[in-house]
C-alpha cells in the first residue's frame, strides 16, 4: 500500500517496457494511454527484434538485453515469440563482399554469425530466389512477435502479475512538479478524467503527448517523423514456413552494424546509381512470419516534410519489385496495406530529457522500437535505482 507511485504516458513498447521495468522494482505503476488500445507505431511494424541492426558495441548489448527479456516474457506471460534468427541474403557480388567483410570481423565485434552457401540457405528457408544467389550470411539472435498481439496482450499480464493500473482512453493534459512543499519531489499529473493524481516520477514514453505537453522540448530535440509502408500477403497455409527472418542486400545500407565493412561504399555507390528511386523513398526489403501464417514484407521510409496522409502506390510497386527479385513466396495475394508514422533521432538510438524534476521524456526510438525498448528501460531504471 505504500509503494512509490510512478507514472508512465503511452502504452506502446516503450511505455510498456518502463512500466514493467518500475513493477519490477517494486513502484506502484499508473500508465495513461489516450486511446482505447495502443494503435501507433508500435503494432505497425515487421515484429522483428533485430539485434543484428544495431551498431556494435553498447547498442548491440542493449539489443541483446531486450532479447533477453523477450524470451523471458514468452516463458512468463505465454506469448509468442519465435528465435528464428535471421538471413541476409546476396544476389550481387558487392552484397556478398560486404557479408564476408562482416562475418570476418564479427568475433572481433562480438557477434555470432556465419556464411551460408546457396544450398545451405535452401536448407533454412524456402523463400530465397536460387536466381543468382551467392549466399547469405545468418545471425541466431533475432526473433519474431506478432506486434499486435504482443503490445494489446502485455496489459492484462502486467495488471495480473504486478498489479498495474492501466488508464486507456485517457489523455494526459498536464504535468507539473508539486509545489506545495519544497522538500516534496512529487509530480502533478493531470488527465481527461478530470482527476489529479500525484507520482514520485512520470515517464512520457510517446511523441503525440510530447507534442502538447512540452513543444518547447519537442521543437530542440532534432527528432524527426519518419514514414514507412508495409503489406502483408495471406498465409501459405500450414505447410509453408519462411523459416526464418530475411533480409535483402539492400538492407546491408540501411542497419549501421555493416558500416565496418570498406566495400559496403561500392554498394550505396551502386544502388544509388542504378536505381536512385530506392534511395529517394528510402527502401529496402525485408519479410518476416508471424504466427499467424501471414507473411509481413516491407519497408520504406520518408522523413519530415515528405510525409503525407496518402500512401503512394509507387512505393508499393517498388517494394514489390525488389521483392520479386530476391524471394519467392507460394502467392503474392495482398491481405493489408498501412504505413506507420515513428519519431526517430538522427544520431541517438533514443531521445531523453528532463523537462522539470521528476519528469522524464524518453521517445524516438526509430523503427527499433521493438528491438531496444525492453533493455533501454532497464539500463534507465538502474540508472535511476
Given at each position: 500500500?505504500?509503494?512509490?507511485?510512478?507514472?508512465?504516458?503511452?502504452?506502446?513498447?516503450?511505455?510498456?517496457?518502463?512500466?514493467?521495468?518500475?513493477?519490477?522494482?517494486?513502484?506502484?505503476?499508473?500508465?495513461?494511454?489516450?486511446?482505447?488500445?495502443a494503435s501507433?507505431?508500435?503494432?505497425r511494424?515487421?515484429?522483428?527484434?533485430?539485434?543484428?541492426?544495431?551498431?556494435?558495441?553498447?547498442?548491440?548489448?542493449?539489443?541483446?538485453?531486450?532479447?533477453?527479456?523477450?524470451?523471458?516474457?514468452?516463458?512468463e506471460?505465454?506469448?509468442?515469440?519465435?528465435?528464428?534468427?535471421?538471413?541476409?541474403?546476396?544476389?550481387?557480388?558487392?552484397?556478398?563482399?560486404?557479408?564476408?567483410?562482416?562475418?570476418?570481423?564479427?568475433?572481433?565485434?562480438?557477434?555470432?554469425?556465419?556464411?551460408?552457401?546457396?544450398?545451405?540457405?535452401?536448407?533454412?528457408?524456402?523463400?530465397?530466389?536460387?536466381?543468382?544467389?551467392?549466399g547469405?550470411?545468418?545471425?541466431?539472435?533475432?526473433?519474431c512477435?506478432?506486434?499486435?498481439?504482443?503490445?494489446?496482450?502485455?496489459?492484462?499480464?502486467?495488471?495480473?502479475?504486478?498489479?498495474i493500473?492501466?488508464?486507456?482512453?485517457?489523455?494526459?493534459?498536464?504535468?507539473?512538479?508539486?509545489?506545495?512543499?519544497?522538500?516534496?519531489?512529487?509530480?502533478?499529473v493531470?488527465?481527461?478524467?478530470?482527476?489529479?493524481?500525484?507520482?514520485?516520477?512520470?515517464?512520457?514514453?510517446?511523441?503525440?503527448?510530447?507534442?502538447?505537453?512540452?513543444?518547447?522540448?519537442?521543437?530542440?530535440?532534432?527528432?524527426?517523423?519518419?514514414?514507412?509502408?508495409m503489406?502483408?500477403?495471406?498465409?501459405?497455409?500450414?505447410?509453408?514456413?519462411?523459416?526464418?527472418?530475411?533480409?535483402?542486400?539492400?538492407t546491408l545500407?540501411?542497419?549501421?552494424?555493416?558500416?565496418?565493412?570498406?566495400?559496403?561504399?561500392?554498394?550505396?555507390t551502386r544502388?544509388?546509381?542504378?536505381?536512385?528511386?530506392?534511395d529517394?523513398?528510402?527502401?529496402?526489403?525485408?519479410?518476416?512470419?508471424?504466427?499467424?501464417?501471414?507473411?509481413?514484407?516491407?519497408?520504406?521510409?520518408?522523413?519530415?516534410?515528405?510525409?503525407?496522409?496518402?500512401?503512394?502506390?509507387?512505393?508499393?510497386?517498388?517494394?514489390l519489385r525488389?521483392?520479386?527479385?530476391?524471394?519467392?513466396?507460394?502467392?503474392?495475394?495482398?491481405?493489408?496495406?498501412?504505413?506507420?508514422?515513428?519519431?526517430?533521432?538522427?544520431?541517438?538510438?533514443?531521445?531523453?530529457?528532463?523537462p522539470?524534476?521528476?519528469?522524464?521524456?524518453?521517445?524516438?526510438?526509430?523503427?527499433?522500437?521493438?528491438?531496444?525498448?525492453?533493455?533501454?528501460?532497464?539500463?534507465?531504471?538502474?540508472?535511476?535505482?
Open positions: 500500500m505504500n509503494r512509490p507511485q510512478v507514472a508512465v504516458v503511452g502504452a506502446g513498447i516503450v511505455g510498456l517496457a518502463h512500466a514493467w521495468s518500475a513493477a519490477e522494482r517494486g513502484y506502484q505503476v499508473t500508465v495513461y494511454e489516450r486511446s482505447a488500445r501507433g507505431a508500435s503494432i511494424n515487421f515484429g522483428m527484434v533485430w539485434p543484428i541492426g544495431q551498431p556494435h558495441g553498447e547498442s548491440y548489448e542493449t539489443a541483446m538485453l531486450s532479447r533477453a527479456r523477450w524470451m523471458r516474457l514468452s516463458t506471460a505465454g506469448l509468442w515469440v519465435n528465435p528464428c534468427g535471421s538471413i541476409h541474403l546476396a544476389h550481387r557480388a558487392d552484397e556478398w563482399s560486404v557479408l564476408q567483410e562482416f562475418q570476418s570481423r564479427a568475433e572481433t565485434l562480438g557477434i555470432a554469425c556465419e556464411l551460408l552457401t546457396p544450398a545451405q540457405l535452401h536448407q533454412r528457408t524456402p523463400a530465397a530466389n536460387p536466381d543468382g544467389l551467392l547469405g550470411l545468418f545471425s541466431p539472435t533475432e526473433c512477435v506478432n506486434p499486435p498481439q504482443v503490445i494489446r496482450s502485455i496489459p492484462a499480464w502486467l495488471t495480473e502479475k504486478y498489479g493500473k492501466f488508464r486507456m482512453e485517457t489523455h494526459v493534459s498536464s504535468m507539473e512538479p508539486a509545489d506545495n512543499d519544497a522538500a516534496d519531489r512529487s509530480v502533478r493531470t488527465s481527461s478524467a478530470e482527476d489529479v493524481a500525484q507520482f514520485e516520477r512520470v515517464v512520457v514514453c510517446c511523441g503525440a503527448e510530447l507534442q502538447s505537453l512540452f513543444p518547447h522540448v519537442l521543437a530542440a530535440s532534432g527528432l524527426k517523423r519518419c514514414k514507412l509502408q503489406l502483408s500477403l495471406q498465409s501459405p497455409g500450414s505447410d509453408w514456413n519462411l523459416g526464418t527472418h530475411l533480409a535483402s542486400g539492400l545500407r540501411h542497419y549501421r552494424i555493416f558500416e565496418v565493412c570498406p566495400s559496403l561504399a561500392a554498394l550505396k544502388v544509388a546509381e542504378e536505381t536512385p528511386e530506392l529517394q523513398f528510402g527502401i529496402h526489403v525485408m519479410a518476416s512470419q508471424n504466427n499467424q501464417g501471414e507473411i509481413i514484407l516491407g519497408d520504406s521510409h520518408e522523413y519530415g516534410a515528405d510525409i503525407e496522409p496518402f500512401d503512394k502506390t509507387l512505393i508499393d510497386d517498388l517494394m525488389e521483392l520479386r527479385k530476391v524471394f519467392r513466396f507460394p502467392g503474392w495475394t495482398i491481405s493489408q496495406h498501412w504505413h506507420g508514422v515513428y519519431a526517430k533521432h538522427p544520431t541517438l538510438p533514443v531521445f531523453e530529457a528532463n522539470a524534476p521528476g519528469i522524464h521524456i524518453c521517445t524516438g526510438t526509430g523503427g527499433a522500437g521493438m528491438t531496444m525498448s525492453f533493455g533501454l528501460a532497464e539500463q534507465m531504471w538502474n540508472r535511476w535505482a
